[in-house]
């Protein structure tokens, strides 16, 4: 009877601690579906907490969000713009390489524009350039009324410095008709960026060279006065000169200056020649070139109406990264199909080179004397297919704009086998071809330049750039100033300790 009354209990025993792992099992499995349904809930943010958290990032609503959308794609081309500037047709909607992207015309959702803060320098280092004389105490043009021209040929692919300039002093004016991407501000504490007004590229064009009488060339001598004006003001002391924009996009611009004002954000055409320290993609914008051949307008070409698969005119024998030009003209020089010569702007080059190229297919962009050059800003104004054979390359808007969807990227080191190129483009069909040929149609406004600036356009394109890298420019001039009050306070104590008269 013992032995049974032993065998029942411990029975009972084995059932009862079954049940409680089966319901304790229950238990953690039901809490595991709680947890994991949980984590599929949308997260919030309460904006309010932020500091203006759209203006540094999307401005005006026409910079291109990765939330925005379109319907319809922008297929009018702006026209060529030199001096004040033709005006094109408008469109508020754009769809940019494959995804929809909405370029918004009205100020949604309150978004600012970004905040520009310009220096007024005197005359001779802006519109004085153009042979501009300034009237009563005023050192700007009436933008209103006339503006000086630009002077044409290859002096435009850098003057992106005038058409920035004419955008800001608008911004002022009531009745120009322009985007509104960037303002001008008045009092510097309320500014996101620091704009320095300096023609650059054009000084370097005009006044580099050093006359008979002249120790100095007039292009130093104003980079000298500038660095010294610029370092003594007090908004570049506040910040270490980080929120200011310098203009320097030829790449022999800002030689003897650039290395003074490297805490600044440049707008350049490429890194070319500069160290990393001093310019890189982190801090600083890369802006287009202002392309130089005629816009193709009402463009009905079709892949079999251009008859020339692959064209290049320009320079072959270039130094550093160029080297690869003259290898790929002996290589491309028998195709019968491809137009590979030398050409110039002299003797009526700029027809040339748009006729030629509004009659391609594909257009090559090889490295020069530097990673860019205007070739790829001619070709996407002829919806010619850019090839782009350019390693270090950097792209205007890249972090918005997918390139690969409208442009060809080859490796020098492929680029310079025997036959790698040409099977390469004769290996794209008409349907792929025309995909990318309608892409540049879509795009080709967002590399215009125009006065007045109009909604996506190159002028308005660049500003929102900037904008993109306020947020980094501020994180680090807060970052900069962490221990400046305690130096601050260490410094007035040690003033107030006094001197033994035998210390020294």
Known sequence: MAEKHVSSHGFVSRKYLLCLFSFILALFILSWFFVLRSTHRPNFTDHSLLTNPLHSVIDDGSSLSWTQKIDEPQLENRGEVSGGGAEGEESPKEKVAGEDVKCNTHNENNKEPLKVFMYDLPAEFHFELLDWTPQGDSVWPDVKTKIPSYPGGLN??????????????????????????????????????????????????????????????????????????????????????????????????????????????????????????????????????????????????????????????????????????????????????????????????????????????????????????????????????????????????????????????VRTSDAVKEKFLINLIRGIGKDEWTQMWQKLKEVEHFFEFQYPSKEGDAVQMIWQAVARKVPSMRMKIHKSKRYSQSLMVNNRELKKIPTPNNFW
Not at 244 to 270: G, T, V
Not at 359 to 373: E, H, R, V, Y
């Open 156 to 409: 435009l692919q850098h003057s992106i410095e005038y058409w920035l300039t004419l955008d800001i002093l608008a911004s002022e004016i009531p009745g120009i008709p322009r985007a509104g991407s960037a303002v001008r501000v008045r009092n510097s504490s309320e500014a996101d960026v620091i704009f320095v007004p300096f023609f650059s590229s054009l000084s370097y064009n005009r006044y580099s060279k050093v006359n008979p009488h002249q120790k100095k060339s007039k292009n130093k001598l104003l980079q000298e006065k500038l660095v010294k004006f610029v370092t003594s003001q007090r908004e570049w002391k506040r910040s270490g000169g980080r929120d200011h924009i310098i203009l320097a996009h030829h790449p022999n611009s800002m030689l003897d200056a650039r290395m003074k004002l490297w805490p600044a954000m440049f707008i350049l055409a490429d890194f070319g020649r500069y160290p990393p320290n001093v310019a890189n993609v982190d801090k600083d914008v890369i802006a287009p070139y202002k392309h130089v051949v005629r816009s193709y307008v009402d463009d009905l070409s079709t892949f079999d109406s251009r008859p020339i698969l692959l064209y290049f005119q320009g320079a072959i024998y270039r130094k550093d990264g160029g080297l690869a030009r003259q290898e790929l003209f002996y290589l491309l020089k028998d195709e019968k199909d491809v137009h590979f010569q030398f050409g110039s702007i002299q003797k009526d080059g700029v027809t040339k080179a748009s006729k030629g190229m509004h009659s391609s297919k594909f257009c090559l962009n090889i490295a020069g004397d530097t990673p860019s050059s205007n070739r790829l800003f001619d070709a996407i104004a002829s919806h010619c297919v850019p090839v782009i054979i350019s390693d270090d390359i950097e792209l205007p808007y890249e972090d918005v704009l997918d390139y690969s969807q409208f442009c060809i990227f």
